[in-house]
């Protein structure tokens, strides 16, 4: 099977050219020349832009254990509708992957249901399963995420926030600090990467204590939970890499203080790299009032200052990925209240919608745009080049924007199992035309096409793929120099100034 996409703008993080692309048996066989090997299908992309598939490496598909609220066949469904044609899933499942032997299981099931590639993190519990860690990153784990300052409950296998509900016999109690440091060298030792949510318990515990009553206001959620939780933390987490080598990864970086403490980091030489998710960017406490408990996520959506501050952190590269954190819960769990309903929202639909938006108003550049989404993650998660990039060689995975469209977010129209988006009834700049995994269509304008054939890719991380970040920053420091600020669709991607068809060599 050869497919050819041509007319195409492709959009890599080493610029835009008009290229064509031809693949053949899922790869991508050439790039830019004339094969002379008969093409089976063909896609016309005049007018689009192709970026390398994107990538979401945060979702949360409950599966198994919560699958009333979410289950993997939705979560890969949406994704494929949304343009992601890789996702890579959280390992608080129940059970969560804590071994390799589990890891394997969950990939077989997985394996039967997914609309699109997938790779699995694996759960590091500290100590308490620090002998597999090893074996973990062995079987292709794109990670191993701490959930930092949570137990785990012995009999459910559920992730445990508050403590004092339990009792201790059950918990498998969370990690100190000296715990974590050895879990960092363990990761160090084998390449790996170790991700984090940062959030300091001692100073959330301190902030409710202060308040004194169960939240009553979006106010009293900041409040409860400070933005000093998560750059302590963050501080915490740098001095723990700084003492073991590891490469430790910021999920969900949610505040201003925080960002200034990976800088700090960062500007030191330690390896230590962020995530924030398009609810930061593109909320703020002001929203509240609007979208009400539907917005609570853990660490919360800020003010106005934190999401200028994380935006700056995307352009100039102190943010190396993005993630949805897509975390579907159903509308009675909403609807328990502020201080009840749980914390979490959908996204894995939308993510590229969104920050193809924030592209066509100038916000970043489309450069900026593949190294978030694709290069930069695949780098990160040990996928690349088979993933992120549109080389020779590559899985021929894309997606397809058409820039002058646009896209009303309409809740009702996503694929996941519980369709509650904060982003619904918002009108979107640009429009995810068309998905391509390993060379295959599997969506088109927004709704998923053909059977499910995902596939698990296992990470390769270790010395030989490893990234080095002082190269990553001096690299990608040009990128948005390089590029067209805000791509006008009227001036860079008119197709009336093409030769008419047929007449191009
Ligand atoms: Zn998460």
Request: with cysteine; proline share 6%; aromatic share 6%.
């Amino acid at each position: 099977m050869r497919l050819k996409i041509r007319n195409g703008t492709l959009i890599t993080t080493r610029g835009q050219t008009r290229e064509d692309v031809v693949c053949h048996d899922g790869r991508i066989e050439h790039v830019g020349e004339t094969s002379a090997e008969p093409i089976d299908e063909e896609i016309d992309a005049r007018g689009l832009l192709v970026f390398p598939g994107f990538i979401d490496p945060h979702v949360h598909s409950r599966d198994p254990g919560l699958t009333h609220k979410e289950d993997f066949e939705h979560s890969t469904r949406a994704a494929a509708a949304g343009g992601v044609t890789t996702l890579l899933e959280m390992p608080n499942a129940i059970p969560p992957v804590t071994s390799s032997a589990i890891f394997e299981d969950r990939a077989a099931q997985h394996g039967r249901v997914a609309s699109v590639d997938f790779g699995l993190w694996g759960l590091a519990l500290g100590t308490a399963n620090l002998e597999e860690i090893a074996g973990l990153f062995q079987a292709g784990a794109v990670g191993v995420k701490l959930f930092w300052g949570y137990a785990l409950h012995r009999v459910t296998q559920t992730l445990v926030y508050n403590l004092g509900d339990e009792s201790a016999e059950n918990l498998i109690q969370p990690p100190g600090n000296g715990d974590v440091l050895e879990l960092c060298r363990e990761v160090a030792r084998v390449g790996g990467l170790l991700a984090a949510h940062c959030e300091d318990r001692g100073l959330i515990e301190a902030a409710e204590r202060a308040l004194g009553h169960p939240i009553t206001s979006y106010a009293e959620m900041l409040q409860a939970r400070p933005d000093t939780a998560e750059s302590v933390s963050i501080a915490i987490a740098a001095e723990l890499s700084a003492a073991s080598g590891c490469r430790f990864h910021v999920v969900h970086t949610s505040s201003a203080r925080g960002i200034q403490a990976v800088r700090r980091a960062q500007a030191e030489g330690v390896r230590l790299t962020a995530e924030t998710c398009p609810h930061y960017l593109a909320f703020s406490d002001a929203d509240f009032a609007e979208l009400g408990v539907m917005m609570k996520v853990y660490p919360p959506i800020r003010s106005q200052r934190d999401q200028s501050a994380l935006w700056d952190a995307v352009r100039d590269g102190t943010i190396e990925s993005l993630g949805s954190d897509h975390a579907p819960h159903t509308i009675e769990d909403k609807a328990l209240g502020l201080a009840s309903a749980p914390a979490g929202v959908q996204g894995v639909e939308t993510i590229g919608a969104v920050m193809v938006d924030a592209m066509l108003r100038g916000q970043l550049g489309a450069q900026r745009l593949a190294w978030i989404l694709a290069e930069g993650t695949a780098r990160l998660y040990g996928l690349y080049p088979r993933k992120g990039a549109l080389e020779v060689g590559s899985d021929a995975d894309f997606t397809l924007v058409d820039p002058s469209a646009r896209t009303v977010v309409d809740q009702r129209r996503l694929h996941s199992k519980q369709p509650q988006s904060p982003w619904h009834g918002r009108e979107l700049r640009g429009r995810i035309a068309m998905t391509i995994l390993r060379g295959e269509v599997i969506a088109r304008d927004g709704e998923p096409v053909g059977p499910p054939r995902g596939r698990l890719v296992r990470a390769a991380h270790g010395p030989t793929d490893e990234f080095s970040r002082r190269n990553a920053l001096a690299f990608t420091a040009e990128l948005d120099a390089a590029v067209t600020p805000e791509i006008a669709p009227a001036t860079v991607f008119v197709a009336s100034d093409d030769p008419p068809e047929g007449t191009r060599t």
